[in-house]
């Protein structure tokens, strides 16, 4: 695995901390709802993300205006390929709702990271 892409799973491990945290934070401690406590915590994580990635991960110089509406396509996208493999593994193949997110996630990232590298993040 190379040392880039290594980075790029601790960077998005961070995302899932600051995503989940915040939507804690702002259900519990200010009442919000679920879904727009979560929706705050997505915006957050992306934008953390982006910006860790953009500066230490890819090293970019593309005008962040155009890398970051790639990013946020590319996130999105990334979601419905997460539901997609989600869906096909749990209702298709069966398995365990968990096993299926994990699947998910082992498929996921190296394509996202791909796109980010080949088309977000280039000058």
Same mark, same amino acid.
């Given at each position: 695995?190379?040392?880039?892409?290594?980075?790029?799973?601790?960077?998005?491990?961070?995302?899932?901390?600051?995503? #989940?945290?915040? &939507?804690?934070?702002?259900?519990?401690? %200010?009442?919000?709802? *679920? =879904?727009?406590?979560? +929706? @705050?915590?997505?915006?957050?994580?992306?934008?953390?993300?982006?910006?860790?990635?953009?500066?230490?991960?890819?090293?970019?110089?593309?005008?962040?205006?155009?890398?970051?509406?790639? #990013?946020?396509? &590319?996130?999105?996208?990334?979601?419905? %390929?997460?539901?997609? *493999? =989600?869906?096909?593994? +749990? @209702?298709?193949?069966?398995?365990?709702?968990?096993?299926?997110?994990?699947?998910?996630?082992?498929?996921?990232?190296?394509?996202?990271?791909?796109?980010?590298?080949?088309?977000?993040?280039?000058?």
């Amino acid at each position: 695995m190379s040392a880039r892409f290594a980075a790029y799973a601790i960077v998005g491990a961070l995302g899932a901390v600051v995503h #989940y945290s915040m &939507t804690v934070a702002l259900v519990e401690l %200010l009442a919000w709802n *679920v =879904l727009a406590a979560s +929706t @705050a915590g997505f915006i957050a994580a992306l934008c953390t993300q982006f910006l860790v990635n953009r500066r230490h991960v890819f090293a970019s110089s593309a005008p962040i205006g155009s890398s970051f509406a790639r #990013y946020t396509a &590319t996130s999105v996208a990334g979601l419905g %390929l997460n539901l997609a *493999v =989600l869906h096909v593994a +749990t @209702a298709v193949a069966g398995l365990h709702y968990l096993a299926g997110a994990a699947l998910a996630i082992v498929f996921v990232t190296p394509v996202n990271f791909a796109v980010n590298r080949s088309w977000t993040f280039r000058s």
